[in-house]
């Protein structure tokens, strides 16, 4: 079964049904573009976004874990209710999904261990703070994890939890929604499920392929 039947099989109805996963919803996702960024926010925040077209506004995000190993096996986002009737493969600018041979897929490379999800213009927002603090700490700058992700992720007791909403502008409603990815390091592809208009129904990342 290739990566995208096994997420028809999965997420096409408005519930998940497998013995293998516990899902959570977690949170809203804010998007003031439509234009939706996948990435390792450490290493590839200059990733470019999805060529779908997205729905402007607030939207359940969902995690869905791996029972055996409380991993994060999928991160999702509900656009609307409506009934699925096609799954693409999520591409952007210049991708193609004719050019990928069998069990080939675009996605984002991982080497943090954490992925975001992300409008575009929380994406500028992002790049933008991590500039501002660069020049205004100098030599004691420690990067943006340490600067940024690393309080919504851990305190004096520990890990808090596998994901978090961050704001990097007090300006801009935008939030990133950041997550611990499967196993950890990893390349992870999307998949977008739409309705009989071809508009977005929800969208998938898998870090984990649960059949």
Not at 124 to 134: D, I, P
Not at 148 to 153: A, I
Request: charged share 25%; glycine share 6%; proline share 4%.
């Amino acid at each position: 079964m290739t990566h995208l039947e096994n997420i028809k099989k999965l997420f096409s109805k408005n519930f998940v049904e497998s013995p293998l996963l516990e899902s959570f919803e977690v949170g809203k996702l804010y998007l003031s573009s439509g234009k939706l960024v996948a990435c390792d926010p450490l290493i590839t925040n200059d990733m470019l976004p999805f060529s779908t077209e997205f729905p402007k506004g607030n939207f359940s995000v969902l995690l869905h874990k791996e029972r055996e190993s409380n991993c994060v096996a999928y991160a999702e986002v509900i656009f609307s209710n409506n009934a699925v009737t096609d799954w693409k493969m999520a591409v952007t600018e210049g991708q193609d999904v004719k050019d990928l041979a069998e069990e080939e897929v675009f996605g984002y490379p991982v080497e943090s261990g954490m992925g975001c999800l992300m409008d575009v213009d929380t994406q500028n927002s992002l790049n933008e703070l991590e500039k501002r603090l660069y020049h205004s700490k100098g030599a004691d700058f420690m990067g943006i994890y340490e600067e940024f992700f690393h309080d919504y992720f851990f305190d004096e007791k520990g890990a808090i939890d596998q994901y978090a909403f961050l704001k990097p502008a007090d300006n801009h409603p935008g939030t990133i929604f950041a997550f611990e990815t499967g196993y950890g390091e990893g390349f992870y592809a999307s998949y977008i499920a739409y309705d009989k208009d071809h508009t977005p129904v929800k969208i998938i990342t898998e870090f984990i392929e649960i059949s």
